[in-house]
């Protein structure tokens, strides 16, 4: 193989409702992702197990993030979509790059620090190993591209050094079996098996904040429905929360340098903009110089037209449990060949016996 095949790996953890800030964050990019590149889509079961093991309804969350794929536009056929637990090759790998990272390397991530916080001795080993799981989730497939988020970037520079320690620590044999990647690591060269994952930032990153406080991002936790929408809310919830949203006195900026101080309507010009598809500045052309009650029915107006239909579709897909399986199922098979062609020449490399 001269070059590694362009792919994106790309995973969700089915863990509350997802909402607006997901579908303008993610999802909106899958579904544009699928038309340029070979996609795997994956709801991270095992993830959801790293801070409870005890879950009351997982697999109803996994058929609700599935649905949500669906119903945003990802379509099973052309892309695989499935849930990662189907695939016993992702906990196999993520066993090996247990052995290839190092303690301080899982030290070092802030995201483990903050959801550990002060009793980390108490923490799950699963949550320490999350990254190492997460790795395998993404070169299982050998994947070449991982869409992600601010929260997620240095498990992504984890990813690729864990690959990059294998490659190093397995050249030799990599070249003699012949399934490597001549590599330039530095000033030296390699015969790389994995690839080294790089982050794929299709467009503006889109940050959407909770519509009680502006400076805190929406969140599937915050105890307040009132602060985030829904993906199954109806067009009637979607309005009502658009005119709750919090804002200030002042009327909108006709610069956007003049959103700066103002969180609030940052955020609500910013999801004006994003669902729209058009810049901060275009939107503000228009509503410059007007008061948050005429933006305000404006952007409950533009978000039901877009947000309901996928609602909609949401709701029919979730009364199909049937439906849902069998998605997952069709996708885990797919999914579970390219996997298991991945883990063979693995375990050869290693020097693993493979009955």
């Given at each position: 193989?001269?070059?590694?095949?362009?792919?994106?790996?790309?995973?969700?953890?089915?863990?509350?409702?997802?909402?607006?800030?997901?579908?303008?964050?993610?999802?909106?990019?899958?579904?544009?992702?699928?038309?340029?590149?070979?996609?795997?889509?994956?709801?991270?079961?095992?993830?959801?197990?790293?801070?409870?093991?005890?879950?009351?309804?997982?697999?109803?969350?996994?058929?609700?993030?599935?649905?949500?794929?669906?119903?945003?536009?990802?379509?099973?056929?052309?892309?695989?979509?499935?849930?990662?637990?189907?695939?016993?090759?992702?906990?196999?790998?993520?066993?090996?790059?247990?052995?290839?990272?190092?303690?301080?390397?899982?030290?070092?991530?802030?995201?483990?620090?903050?959801?550990?916080?002060?009793?980390?001795?108490?923490?799950?080993?699963?949550?320490?190993?999350?990254?190492?799981?997460?790795?395998?989730?993404?070169?299982?497939?050998?994947?070449?591209?991982?869409?992600?988020?601010?929260?997620?970037?240095?498990?992504?520079?984890?990813?690729?050094?864990?690959?990059?320690?294998?490659?190093?620590?397995?050249?030799?044999?990599?070249?003699?079996?012949?399934?490597?990647?001549?590599?330039e690591v530095g000033e030296e060269k390699v015969n790389g098996f994995f690839p080294l994952t790089e982050p794929l930032i299709?467009?503006?990153?889109?940050?959407?904040?909770?519509?009680?406080?502006?400076?805190?991002?929406?969140?599937?936790?915050?105890?307040?429905?009132?602060?985030?929408?829904?993906?199954?809310?109806?067009?009637?919830?979607?309005?009502?929360?658009?005119?709750?949203?919090?804002?200030?006195?002042?009327?909108?900026?006709?610069?956007?340098?003049?959103?700066?101080?103002?969180?609030?309507?940052?955020?609500?010009?910013?999801?004006?903009?994003?669902?729209?598809?058009?810049?901060?500045?275009?939107?503000?052309?228009?509503f410059g110089g007007r008061q948050f009650s005429e933006f305000k029915p404006a952007l409950a107006e533009l978000a039901v037209?877009?947000?309901?239909?996928?609602?909609?579709?949401?709701?029919?897909?979730?009364?199909?449990?049937?439906?849902?399986?069998?998605?997952?199922?069709?996708?885990?098979?797919?999914?579970?060949?390219?996997?298991?062609?991945?883990?063979?020449?693995?375990?050869?490399?290693?020097?693993?016996?493979?009955?």
């Amino acid at each position: 193989m001269s070059e590694f095949r362009e792919l994106v790996f790309s995973g969700v953890q089915p863990t509350g409702n997802l909402h607006l800030g997901n579908y303008l964050g993610a999802l909106q990019k899958f579904v544009a992702l699928q038309d340029s590149h070979e996609c795997i889509y994956c709801v991270v079961d095992l993830h959801s197990l790293t801070a409870t093991m005890a879950h009351d309804d997982l697999a109803d969350q996994t058929r609700s993030i599935t649905a949500a794929f669906l119903a945003s536009g990802i379509d099973p056929k052309k892309n695989i979509v499935f849930n990662q637990s189907q695939v016993l090759q992702h906990a196999e790998l993520a066993w090996i790059f247990n052995c290839v990272a190092r303690i301080g390397w899982m030290n070092r991530m802030t995201q483990f620090k903050d959801k550990a916080g002060k009793d980390r001795e108490n923490a799950s080993l699963g949550l320490l190993a999350y990254p190492s799981l997460m790795a395998a989730d993404i070169l299982v497939y050998r994947a070449t591209h991982v869409p992600v988020g601010d929260d997620q970037k240095q498990h992504l520079e984890l990813t690729r050094d864990i690959a990059q320690k294998f490659n190093n620590d397995f050249s030799g044999r990599i070249a003699e079996l012949g399934y490597g990647v001549e590599m330039e690591v530095g000033e030296e060269k390699v015969n790389g098996f994995f690839p080294l994952t790089e982050p794929l930032i299709e467009g503006a990153i889109t940050r959407v904040m909770s519509l009680r406080d502006g400076s805190k991002k929406m969140s599937k936790s915050d105890p307040s429905d009132l602060s985030r929408i829904n993906l199954t809310d109806d067009a009637d919830a979607i309005a009502k929360k658009i005119k709750k949203a919090k804002t200030d006195p002042e009327a909108l900026p006709s610069e956007v340098d003049g959103l700066a101080e103002r969180p609030e309507a940052q955020n609500l010009v910013g999801i004006y903009a994003a669902l729209s598809g058009v810049g901060k500045a275009d939107v503000l052309a228009e509503f410059g110089g007007r008061q948050f009650s005429e933006f305000k029915p404006a952007l409950a107006e533009l978000a039901v037209e877009k947000l309901s239909p996928i609602a909609g579709e949401m709701r029919r897909i979730l009364a199909d449990p049937a439906y849902i399986d069998g998605v997952l199922r069709e996708g885990a098979g797919r999914a579970r060949e390219k996997a298991e062609a991945t883990m063979k020449m693995v375990r050869e490399i290693i020097g693993l016996i493979d009955g």
